[in-house]
């Protein structure tokens, strides 16, 4: 019997969760790549305010090193595609990363638009109090790394991007930090200076912009000559431009199936291609997005919803409605195909695999707070979740899915529907799954335990505030299970399953605490990048692994 050399204790959990339950207190720099990785900082959340989780992030880029934190911008803002959390980074690090020799490197790498400089020259005069029509004393850094980042716009840019609109504008800019000319702004800057239009200097990509015009153009015009304006300005840009962006085509897939249907083909084409999708950095709920509004469309030949249709009612269609069947579904194939690109490297795990889908509350929105992910969008952490989860499930060979809320709802796999149709029908039974607690997940892992279930790999999409309320009777739950914390559970699990990868994709990261424990053989990754999916073929990247990224970025 070892008398001086006690056994050792394993890591025990030291915080309470949102739900009440116990969890593990993420380091610094984890918490930092978990929240930042999730969050588009607009709005309010279901467990924090915008002003809390803004708060959070300051406090933690003040306990970590300057440099890491130059780098998780670049990080968050190129692997993620998030924009507001890699401004907010920017502007808070600046007093600190002035005067080192990587700063000026820093401040231009993490302009990937003209307007990433604005939100972060206005993020650092909030911080600092001051007007943002009066900004002053900007750190050196910025000064400099600004200067560089405007040498390199062109025209089309700094037209697109003259933010007339906004207080801090494409010519404060301009007059703050002195971009010297070159050949392919200096004229663009010199009309910009003057107020002088920049119209004629590119070819637009824009298509709103065009129609824009055409509508200018024919005000006080027929209906019928209104649409062949519009018909034109699109079938302009889709002919003569290559490599219009694709966010900008997916917004108007409508108005090309009405306006320009002859275009289509070419519309479908430029949305296929793959480097131009994955060039184009969106998020697959982008295609989801656009893929259910187009979904939304029916033929009509009236222009107004109305049963008394006088002849200018109509419109001047130039397509039957068999016509309009065949180009909406080869505009919603094409968008399908744009999402598979966009997630090209889904893995197949080896054995099978359970993926579990959290729609409780927080994530799906009920009347304890919302779940949207920006105050401009419709889209929930659960979609999100929901999306992500089924693509995995379609790479899979042997599958179960289960969406937990109160309770835990089992979906069968049909390979049979696109994967969309999949996707809206699982979404759609996450609604019976009740919003109060996560006992769906308690469910899972009791019957596996029950059972004694063989399972090779658990990826499971959720927010991480896992809690089933305490001493709360839940069906079919004895005392002694309703006890029981998530840690005893894993524990349990573990005993059968010793080798089995469970893999937790942080959805929406909560307070800093997460009730999975890394070194439980948990892999846990945070963020919605199409990336995610490298992280969980490899099985091998963590917080670790993506920490050890984010320290080799160079700048």
């Keep these: 019997m070892s008398k001086y050399n006690a056994k050792a204790e394993g890591v025990k959990p030291t915080v309470v969760n949102a739900m009440g339950e116990n969890a593990y207190q993420l380091s610094a720099k984890e918490e930092l790549v978990s929240t930042c990785m999730t969050t588009f900082l607009s709005g309010d959340h279901y467990y924090e305010t915008e002003k809390e989780v803004v708060n959070r992030i300051v406090n933690k880029l003040n306990e970590v090193d300057p440099l890491f934190a130059a780098k998780l911008a670049l990080y968050v803002r190129n692997e993620g595609n998030l924009r507001s959390v890699s401004h907010l980074i920017a502007a808070t690090i600046a007093k600190r990363a002035s005067g080192t020799e990587w700063s000026k490197r820093f401040y231009n790498k993490i302009v990937v638009r003209p307007d990433d400089m604005s939100e972060i020259l206005s993020a650092y005069a909030v911080q600092n109090k001051m007007d943002l029509k009066k900004i002053r004393k900007i750190p050196n850094a910025i000064k400099k790394g600004f200067k560089t980042a405007l040498e390199r716009l062109?025209?089309?840019?700094?037209?697109?991007?003259?933010?007339?609109?906004?207080?801090?504008?494409?010519?404060d800019l301009v007059n703050l930090f002195h971009p010297k000319g070159t050949q392919r702004n200096q004229q663009a800057y010199h009309n910009l200076v003057n107020g002088e239009s920049l119209a004629g200097l590119y070819a637009s990509k824009v298509l709103e912009k065009e129609m824009t015009k055409a509508g200018q153009k024919t005000q006080g015009k027929s209906v019928q000559e209104k649409e062949a304006a519009k018909k034109e300005a699109i079938e302009n840009v889709l002919s003569n431009v290559k490599g219009i962006p694709i966010m900008n085509l997916l917004r108007n897939l409508r108005n090309i199936i009405l306006y320009a249907p002859k275009s289509v083909d070419d519309a479908c084409a430029q949305l296929t291609n793959e480097t131009a999708v994955l060039n184009s950095r969106l998020l697959?709920?982008?295609?989801?997005?656009?893929?259910?509004?187009?979904?939304?469309?029916?033929?009509?030949?009236?222009?107004?919803?109305?049963?008394?249709?006088?002849?200018?009612?109509?419109?001047?269609?130039?397509?039957?409605?068999?016509?309009?069947?065949?180009?909406?579904?080869?505009?919603?194939?094409?968008?399908?195909?744009?999402?598979?690109?966009?997630?090209?490297?889904?893995?197949?795990?080896e054995g099978n695999t359970a993926i579990l889908i959290d729609h409780s509350g927080s994530v799906r929105g009920d009347s304890g707070g919302s779940s949207r992910v920006s105050a401009f969008s419709k889209t929930t952490s659960a979609m999100i979740g929901n999306l992500f989860g089924s693509m995995m499930a379609y790479r899979q060979k042997n599958v179960y899915i289960g969406l937990f809320g109160d309770r835990l709802i089992p979906v069968k796999v049909d390979r049979s529907q696109r994967l969309l149709d999949f996707n809206k029908k699982s979404f759609d039974k996450g609604a019976n799954c009740g919003g109060g607690t996560e006992q769906g997940i308690y469910d899972f892992f009791r019957q596996a335990v029950r059972e004694k279930k063989k399972i090779d790999n658990i990826i499971v999409f959720s927010d991480c505030q896992i809690g089933s309320s305490g001493s709360t009777s839940w069906y079919g739950t004895s005392g002694t299970e309703r006890s029981a914390t998530f840690q005893d559970l894993i524990k349990q699990f573990r005993k059968i399953n010793p080798l089995c990868n469970i893999i937790v994709v942080d959805i929406h990261n909560t307070r800093g605490n997460n009730v999975f424990y890394k070194p439980e053989r948990v892999l846990n990754i945070a963020g919605w990048s199409a990336n995610i999916f490298d992280v969980i073929k490899s099985n091998t990247k963590g917080f670790g692994a993506i920490l050890k990224e984010i320290e080799a970025i160079e700048i």
């Design 154 to 171: 062109d025209a089309y840019q700094i037209d697109k991007y003259k933010m007339n609109s906004r207080q801090v504008k494409m010519l």
């Design 284 to 349: 697959p709920f982008r295609f989801a997005t656009a893929y259910e509004e187009i979904e939304k469309m029916s033929f009509s030949d009236k222009k107004s919803d109305t049963s008394i249709a006088f002849e200018k009612d109509y419109n001047n269609q130039t397509i039957t409605a068999t016509e309009f069947a065949k180009l909406k579904e080869k505009v919603l194939n094409a968008i399908e195909d744009a999402l598979q690109i966009s997630c090209q490297n889904i893995p197949e795990l």
